[in-house]
């Protein structure tokens, strides 16, 4: 099934989406949420009463910013998290939700002022004058309504003329509705030398107008100005400002979130440049080649450039500056005049820029809508990210494919280009704080290898499901078939950012990557060893990534979109969309041979294999523990929970073996026809293993739960259907590595020369339409089969309703304390709620001793009451406050808080008996509470001896 493609094949851009007014939007968005996250940060550091900024909770809770991971923060803080939300809400208090929402409203108001503004500037008295100022004779008018009407413009654009510009171009500014259009005085005076230059000029600003060009760009410089004077400016001031008035006992831990805010400015700063000029860098060649068609001479881009660079080091640098310039160079212009190649090319930089810039949305996003955490925001945070990522690097792919497959030229794998998505990802992490908070860097950066990897997973997939549809699909227009692959490759995003957010950040951030303390809860050393096993961790963690509700329809999209694929019939002749997207040449030239799509039926036969290499896994492994079982009546959870571990790893070599088999007899599509295979394989599998393991006990050899023969559906069924995400995401992963392995053997032997190694069978050329209906039926099929595992593995499957890990962060980190960070966290304890504490405290006991004496023996239980009830209150104030860090004050601490409880109430049954003796107990426990108060603070300031008290304003 090859597209016949035309001998001299010349793509129209016009065809696809340009997928530049997106880009736009990505750094218009980018710019916004910036302002919320950057302006709300310093907004917050100002209203905080306290001086010790967002580090004041942590320190009093015992973590160690300044040489701890950030995983220990959030231990110590999860561990205490009571007191630590109490805390924050009366020293780190969240600011009004409108204040989150005003930063990025005052940008837009001063953006909308730019924009209307910055029109008028430029067309101010003094610097332009009216065309008619000029044009006398009304030539250049009549000139200006034909090109105008060429272009298909509603109405002639105004025009001003600007004297003193010498150059021989022209510009627009304005609006779309609006535009001006300004011509520099040197262009007039080339209209009489260089009529047809003077004309091509004039048709490409025309251009620019017809392609809606003029707003989007004007909206963009507008917002990133606005972003200049709203954040950057005054984010500046501000970081200069915190790093002069740094406190010497916090620096360790301020200066490299300082550094981290400073570098995020110069990031920003630079991305936003390079992004725009690579955007209009693109936009001038539209206009080019759109002046062409409408009568432009050649000749009008016939500029004098200089000879290339010889040596490497001078074009690397004519390289590196080409990326700062906003137009291309003459001669790439002179060459897309003919060839459209360079508006379908897969570059670097626009790549990299889109992952980071995603990723800074995501993180600020999260930051400055911190109050609006439940699930449904992080939905609309990650769909955000992964929208715009798919909007600009999804089209820019389907592009790319479908001028490679047009052209006959080789289609790029999406390998490369994705690792630079993934790399931009993984630098924009490094510059804000998810995974570093107070530390240069995270202790594990190893871990963003992951998404990089992840991001070359996802467009390598992106890629391969853009050229099969582009070859297969036969209607109209492409749009159809792009729209599908955009959709599922928002929803794989999505699913990726959401585990980053949710588990992969913690990774970074120090927690452990051996699957056997993974899943532990509380990393209790009680846990039975059987659970410490790598199939029971394996099986336990798969099932939380599939906890999470866009995990398997993500899975079920991988490889149900692509499939869709082999429902088309295979076209008689040329497709129309690719009549109209090709000009000229010869339409019967057939497409590469390399590159046709494989027989569907040996990627079902090869799923078909690897679920009968499942049930034998499976009956090896029950024969194995046979072995094993323990006596009648002595069956434990334990070896249960073995056994169905032991099952999925059978379910996951069936995968493996499928997807082997398949991307191994595949040239092209290695991942997709791997994808496809294991999980045909996974859906085989795991009937023959339900049917196996409800049929335990009929098999002698193989009893293995049961010794009695019986169908037992309903007791393997709640296992098994624990099971089904876990070995759909299980059969997913074993399909990237099986194909990764297959076209790394591939590449290998490529480069040692020709090779034997045969490839499947593909689709005959032409509309043979031979099986297409017996297709559709098995796809159809499979379709059913997906979405009905998918929906019943993901139904009274427990959802994640708060960011994981905090549930298994809810441990004291076990790490060594330096004497000058103990001595910082004793002395923040002490001043965010220690001395209160205790001053309310000795308060109250001189006020009861005093009451007491005045009483002279006798006195009233009403007048009483108050201060049982207050010995209480403080106990149980006191025990609800952070565990002091020192471990000796604590010891002191602890029972401080065990005899004032019991005082209180020692002291209220001695009102409710009118007991003398009672009363007189409390007031030695009293006093052994004082003594112990005493022993605290003594500690304290025994700790803090080196270390003067920098006195926080008292909290309002």
């Not at 002091?884 to 020692?906: I, M």
């Amino acid at each position: 099934m090859t597209t016949t493609l035309p001998r001299t094949r010349v793509v129209d851009e016009r065809s696809m989406g340009a997928g530049t007014t997106v880009r736009f939007v990505l750094l218009v968005v980018l710019l916004l949420v910036s302002c919320g996250y950057v302006m709300g940060g310093i907004t917050r550091a100002f209203s905080h009463p306290a001086g010790f900024g967002r580090m004041g909770c942590l320190l009093a809770s015992g973590g160690d910013p300044f040489h701890g991971t950030a995983l220990d923060s959030l231990l110590s803080a999860s561990s205490q998290s009571k007191a630590y939300d109490a805390c924050t809400a009366r020293y780190e208090p969240q600011l009004p939700w409108w204040v989150s929402l005003a930063w990025p409203v005052l940008l837009l108001a001063v953006a909308c002022l730019l924009f209307w503004g910055l029109p008028a500037w430029k067309a101010r008295r003094g610097r332009v004058v009216p065309l008619a100022a000029i044009d006398h004779d009304g030539a250049i008018g009549r000139l200006l309504e034909e090109f105008a009407a060429v272009a298909g413009l509603a109405r002639v654009p105004r025009v001003v003329v600007d004297p003193a510009a010498p150059s021989t171009g022209a510009v627009v500014f304005g609006s779309n509705r609006r535009p001006t259009v300004c011509l520099h005085g040197g262009l007039l005076a080339r209209r009489r030398t260089d009529p047809e230059g003077f004309r091509a000029v004039l048709l490409h600003e025309m251009a620019h107008i017809r392609h809606g060009d003029v707003t989007v760009t004007y909206v963009t410089v507008a917002v990133w100005r606005a972003f200049v004077v709203v954040v950057l400016v005054p984010a500046v001031a501000y970081f200069v400002r915190s790093a002069v008035r740094m406190s010497p006992m916090l620096r360790p831990a301020e200066l490299p979130a300082l550094t981290r805010g400073v570098a995020l400015m110069a990031f920003m700063v630079v991305l936003v440049y390079l992004a725009r000029a690579d955007v209009l860098r693109h936009r001038e060649i539209y206009a080019d080649r759109a002046a062409m068609r409408w009568g432009a001479d050649p000749r009008g881009w016939a500029v004098a450039t200089p000879p290339p660079a010889r040596s490497a080091a001078r074009r690397a640098l004519a390289a590196f500056a080409e990326l700062w310039r906003t137009h291309p160079r003459w001669d790439l212009r002179r060459d897309s005049l003919t060839d459209s190649a360079a508006l379908f090319g897969i570059r670097a930089l626009p790549l990299f820029l889109t992952g980071a810039a995603a990723t800074l949305i995501n993180y600020q996003a999260q930051t400055a809508t911190s109050r609006w955490n439940g699930l449904w925001a992080e939905h609309v945070r990650v769909l955000l990210s992964a929208g715009l990522i798919t909007a600009v690097v999804g089209i820019a792919l389907w592009r790319s494919v479908a001028h490679a497959v047009l052209t006959g030229r080789r289609v790029p794998s999406g390998v490369r280009a994705g690792l630079w998505l993934g790399a931009g990802m993984a630098v924009g992490e490094l510059v804000v704080d998810d995974v570093t908070l107070f530390r240069w860097l995270p202790a594990r950066p190893e871990v963003l290898a992951l998404v990089v990897l992840a991001g070359g997973v996802i467009v390598w997939w992106a890629t391969q499901c853009a050229h099969l549809w582009v070859r297969v699909w036969r209607g109209r227009t492409i749009r159809p078939a792009m729209l599908l692959g955009l959709a599922a490759m928002c929803l794989v995003l999505s699913a990726w950012f959401a585990w980053w957010q949710r588990s992969g950040t913690f990774f970074a951030m120090g927690t452990p990557l051996d699957l056997t303390r993974l899943y532990e809860p509380s990393a209790l050393e009680s846990v039975p060893e059987a659970y410490r096993t790598t199939p029971v961790a394996a099986m336990v963690n798969l099932g939380k990534v599939t906890s999470g509700p866009l995990t398997l329809p993500a899975i079920a999209a991988l490889w149900i979109v692509p499939l869709l694929a082999w429902v088309i019939r295979p076209a008689a002749g040329t497709p129309a969309w690719v009549r109209g997207a090709v000009q000229g040449g010869d339409e019967e030239t057939p497409g590469r041979a390399e590159d046709a799509v494989p027989s569907l039926r040996g990627v079902l036969l090869a799923g078909v294999l690897g679920g009968a290499s499942g049930w034998s896994a499976l009956v090896g492994v029950m024969a194995v523990l046979h072995t094993r079982q323990p006596a009648p009546g002595q069956l434990t959870r334990h070896f249960a929970v073995g056994y169905y571990a032991w099952a999925l790893v059978a379910l996951g070599a069936a995968a493996a073996t499928a997807a082997l088999v398949a991307s191994a007899r595949a040239r092209r599509f290695r991942l997709l026809t791997a994808l496809i295979a294991a999980q045909a394989a996974t859906a085989v599998a795991f009937a023959g293993t339900f049917v196996l393991a409800s049929t335990d006990g009929c098999v002698q050899p193989l009893n293995t739960l049961v010794r009695t023969c019986d169908w037992r559906p309903g007791m393997s069924w709640p296992v098994f259907h624990y099971l089904m995400g876990p070995a759909l995401l299980l059969g997913a992963l074993t399909a990237v590595v099986a194909a990764m392995a297959v076209a790394a053997v591939a590449a290998v032997r490529s480069s040692r020369g020709p090779s034997a190694w045969s490839a499947a069978p593909a689709w005959p050329p032409g509309g043979q339409g031979r099986g297409t209906a017996a297709r559709r039926v098995w796809v159809g099929a499979l379709c059913a089969a997906a979405l009905g595992v998918t929906a019943t593995a993901m139904a009274d499957t427990p959802r994640q309703t708060s960011r994981p890990g905090t549930a298994s962060l809810a441990r004291t980190p076990d790490v060594p304390v330096s004497d000058r960070t103990r001595q910082v966290q004793v002395i923040i304890w002490y001043a965010y709620g220690g001395e209160d504490l205790v001053g309310r405290f000795m308060t109250t006991s001189r006020a009861f001793t005093g009451l007491l004496v005045q009483g002279k023996g006798t006195i009233e239980e009403s007048r009483v009451r108050p201060y049982c009830a207050a010995f209480l209150r403080i106990s149980r104030d006191a025990g609800d406050y952070f565990r002091v860090p020192d471990p000796q004050a604590q010891s002191h601490w602890k029972r401080f808080t065990t005899q004032l409880e019991g005082a209180g109430r020692t002291c209220e049954q001695a009102t409710a008996r009118s007991d003398g003796e009672l009363l007189m107990a409390s007031v030695r426990q009293l006093v052994g509470a004082a003594a112990s108060a005493s022993a605290t603070t003594a500690r304290m300031n025994a700790v803090a001896s080196k270390l003067p008290l920098p006195g926080p304003r008292s909290p309002r």
